[in-house]
């Protein structure tokens, strides 16, 4: 955010979202909100930095075998990050996470989300000019991780339906539309058994697994990120976007 600031201050073009946008995206729980104004759902959680007293409270409100997630409210890349299944566990895993989030991020702050099984993390590719016009390329499939840190991505995935596909590819646009957001990004979500799926964070950047959406769709990102930061259009509808083939990352 800072770095996007600074080039605004002196006229340089940031290839990127500005600002308020990598800042208000930068605070998990920022995002949620956002997300809930824009009508996106969301997995039950916290709404704010929690501490361990609205942690214990969340997690025996959602009754027998439930599980949760802790976060980072600053987060990213997995770290900061841990499973719950029993409450005995919970003040050990809540300390944990507040160090993991302090040496990694600088902020020690932590939320609960509710812990789904079982599940798949989908991330939809979003492209948006400054002229309002948004679109999306697709899903990419980032469910094999280690340690929450993604391991191996690919494009399509082979776990979602072409109407979950669509529903899930118009939701993460909407999202986009409310915040007027502009350049390359990725709304993460996570999905169930029945497909269905949840809001979970969202990337105001290109990702490192961008080539593997260029590679289905014959979309370069990079260069209409450029062409964004210059001021232009998109040269594309969502007409004009199909998938052929099969990517692994």
């Known amino acids: 955010g800072e770095l996007a600031a600074q080039c605004s201050k002196n006229k340089i073009n940031f290839i990127g979202p500005d600002q308020a946008l ?10 949620r909100q956002a997300a809930i104004a824009a009508g996106v759902p969301i997995i039950q959680g916290t709404e704010r930095a929690s501490s361990l007293e609205d942690c214990r409270e969340f997690f025996q409100s959602l009754g027998k075998n439930a599980a949760v ?7 990213g890349g997995g770290r900061g990050t841990r499973i719950v299944t029993n409450l005995d566990e919970l003040e050990e895993a809540y300390l944990r996470c507040q160090s993991e989030a302090k040496n990694a991020f600088g902020d020690e702050r932590v939320f609960l989300e509710r812990y789904i099984p079982k599940s798949r993390h989908i ?3 979003i492209l948006g000019d400054s002229h309002g016009n ?8 980032c469910s094999i991780q280690r340690r929450h840190q993604k391991v191996v991505e690919e494009a399509p995935s082979p776990g979602v339906s072409e109407k979950t596909r669509k529903k899930m590819g118009a939701i993460a646009v909407k999202l986009a539309k409310k915040v007027s957001y502009h350049g390359a990004g ?13 809001f979970l964070e969202m990337n105001t950047r290109v990702q490192v697994e961008h080539p593997i959406t260029e590679m289905i769709t014959g ?3 990079v260069k209409e990120m450029i062409r964004i ?3 232009h259009k998109l040269s594309i509808k969502q007409k004009d976007i199909s998938i052929r083939g099969h990517a692994i990352e």
């Open 22 to 31: 990598l800042d208000l995206f930068g605070d998990k729980t920022r995002a």
């Open 69 to 75: 997630m802790i976060k980072a409210l600053a987060g």
């Open 123 to 125: 991330e939809i590719q």
């Open 134 to 141: 948004l679109l999306h390329l697709g899903e990419r499939e």
């Open 186 to 198: 990725t709304v993460e979500f996570i999905m169930d058994q029945k497909e269905n799926f949840y």
């Open 219 to 221: 979309i370069d990102i």
């Open 229 to 231: 930061s210059c001021g």
